[in-house]
């Protein structure tokens, strides 16, 4: 178990990540929103307490493996890294624009640190696979984890590789599925029907968690479970609220490729948005930091 | 004759028969036996993809993928990622067909050594039909940046292919086809991934052929001697990247050409040889390849002659080019 100490510690960064997120997002003009506010929790807690990993030293061998499959969600992964230490802060200024590293989408041959080029959907979990087939025959011990969404469960990719995993017992990998139930055309249910997930990856031959995504402590638990787990991959089904700390977002999935500036005008009005959601979050800083007290 | 080739190829009882894919197979597991990176990826095909040559061998470093050609990409992918040689093996209409989003993104964008073995490409497949005959293969693989393509002309050559393209550190596409083919090469035929081969000298047409079709090439370099037109014939077994110098050197000598290819003209390795003499050294191009339709049942020497890919249809091709110089 983690202490209570290094939680608060971890929230308090995860509120400082979705702050940062806004900025990079105002600035450049587009992204995503909704997944990336719902998954600074898990992205926090990576970097900053369950990723054995060396911001120095990228190429690491021995570096435990984050995959992120749904790739258009790397503006958090991005500001997750540059306060981790692998790039400057200052260069999350330039998300998406002209001559970045920082691509819409995440590409490994422009950023170090970044383990995969992703964004078509659909395609980390394989290669999340390949790489954990790939220690587990050379007898290495660091793990491999893929962050992927519940829309891209959709693709057929997605359970080619489930079948692998499970055939192949990968132990060493965790898949986290960010169980926020919105993609771009609406409600997961009613775009696809995905339930019942637990069973279809159970059925599938892998252990599956029920986490909620947005709770650090319980996240780092399931993490800490699915080590111990030796005869199956594990999914870790975390449940996570897309646009999670503005709350006049939270669930609503026209903000899924909306940057703040540039969403829906119901609540605010365009120019008032990045203002008005980092009001709302730095509300929760002080609320966090005075119960630390 | 090149010194370097078989002896009396124009006698084509005397040649051995063997198909590209058995080049493959060998290749592999002289790959897997200098280096224990090298992994072999099959989508339920290890048989007839030659990949089973490499399975007897090496049990631990063979993976068996099912019938899932975008997972046997993407897995490949971080596979190589990790820093294994993963060959994938299927066949060319499925990867790189069905799988070719999961190359692009995850392997080409990626820029990961993964080395995709396409079998039974063209209509020489024969009998299987027209799902089963790639024929746009090749220009699915050049139009990606950083793959590198190449088809080789007969089993020997394909040995080499593979040995050499498990260690070029790149994305690579190697075409394979199933039937069996006269094997014009040694082991001391000159290789080298990216140089083109010219296997015949001459001063009038130069023929440029790619895979197994480079035999009929040949035997169309032979017809036109007796009539005394002297075809240059390369060997372009590299289509990407393309070797301009080579092209060039030949072409500016010869004046006019003829390419053939087992593939669709539209975007092919003749397409790779117009763009480079458009603006270079613009002369007359005849393509023998198909004409924008699928292939069909039928024996396989039934379908190069139906499809006008075998060495009359290339001599008159030669002539045409040479008339409108």
Request: proline share 5%.
């Amino acid at each position: 178990m983690i202490d209570q100490e290094k939680i608060k510690e971890l929230e308090i960064l995860a509120n400082k990540m979705r702050q940062d997120l806004i900025k990079t997002l105002v600035e450049a003009g587009s992204g995503h929103t909704a997944g990336p506010l719902g998954l600074a929790d898990i992205f926090t807690a990576f970097y900053f307490h369950i990723l054995n990993h060396n911001p120095k030293n990228h190429l690491w061998e021995d570096r435990d493996r984050l995959i992120l499959s749904n790739g258009h969600t790397c503006p958090i992964r991005y500001v997750a890294m540059a306060h981790a230490g692998y790039f400057p802060v200052e260069e999350l200024k330039t998300l998406r624009k002209f001559g970045t590293r920082l691509q819409g989408h995440p590409e490994r041959d422009k950023l170090p640190g970044v383990e995969t080029t992703s964004g078509p959907l659909g395609s980390g979990l394989g290669q999340a696979s390949g790489i954990a087939y790939a220690a587990k025959m050379d007898g290495r011990t660091f793990r491999t984890y893929c962050i992927m969404s519940d829309g891209e469960q959709d693709a057929g990719n997605t359970w080619e590789s489930a079948m692998f995993a499970g055939k192949n017992k990968l132990h060493n990998l965790t898949a986290v599925m960010d169980r926020n139930n919105i993609q771009i055309d609406g409600m997961t249910e009613n775009i696809m029907p995905l339930e019942p997930l637990r069973q279809k990856y159970e059925a599938f031959n892998w252990h599956v968690i029920e986490a909620d995504g947005n709770n650090i402590a319980e996240f780092i638990d399931a993490v800490e479970e699915a080590k111990a787990v030796f005869e199956k991959p594990t999914l870790i089904l975390a449940h996570t609220i897309p646009g999670k700390g503005v709350k006049e977002i939270e669930f609503d999935y026209r903000w899924h490729g909306s940057p703040p500036g540039k969403g829906p005008e119901d609540v605010w009005p365009k120019d008032k948005q990045g203002e008005a959601m980092l009001k709302e979050l730095k509300a929760i800083e002080t609320a966090l930091k005075s119960k630390n007290e | 004759m090149n010194k370097y080739l078989v002896e009396n190829l124009s006698d084509i009882k005397s040649l051995q028969q063997l198909p590209t894919r058995d080049g493959y197979g060998k290749g592999l597991v002289k790959a897997g036996e200098k280096d224990n990176r090298v992994v072999v990826l099959c989508a339920d095909l290890a048989e007839s993809t030659r990949s089973q040559w490499f399975l007897e061998k090496f049990p631990e470093r063979f993976v068996e993928m099912g019938v899932a050609e975008q997972n046997m990409a993407t897995v490949a992918a971080g596979m190589a990622n990790y820093g294994k040689i993963p060959f994938i093996s299927s066949y060319a209409a499925f990867s790189p067909g069905r799988n070719n989003e999961q190359i692009r993104t995850t392997i080409s964008i990626n820029n990961v050594p993964v080395k995709i073995a396409g079998a039974h490409a063209g209509v020489s497949v024969g009998p299987d039909g027209a799902t089963h005959q790639a024929l746009e293969d090749i220009a699915l693989m050049r139009a990606q940046p950083n793959m590198v393509v190449i088809s080789p002309c007969d089993a020997v050559e394909a040995e080499k292919a593979t040995f050499e393209a498990a260690f070029n550190g790149k994305p690579t596409y190697i075409r394979l086809g199933r039937e069996k083919t006269p094997v014009m090469t040694t082991k001391k035929t000159p290789f080298k991934i990216g140089k083109a081969e010219v296997f015949m000298e001459g001063k009038d047409v130069t023929i440029i052929a790619t895979g197994p079709l480079v035999y009929e090439a040949l035997l169309a370099a032979h017809e036109l001697e007796k009539e005394g037109i002297f075809a240059e014939v390369i060997n372009l077994h590299t289509i990407k990247p393309v070797d301009e110098k080579a092209i060039l050197e030949s072409v500016k000598k010869t004046g006019a050409v003829v390419t053939v290819e087992e593939h669709q003209i539209m975007a092919g390795m003749g397409s790779a040889v117009a763009e480079v003499l458009a603006q270079n050294f613009p002369v007359p191009v005849e393509f023998i390849g198909i004409h924008d339709s699928f292939g069909q049942s039928g024996e396989p020497d039934e379908l190069l002659n139906f499809f006008e890919l075998t060495n009359p249809f290339i001599v008159k091709a030669a002539k045409k080019s040479i008339k409108r110089k």
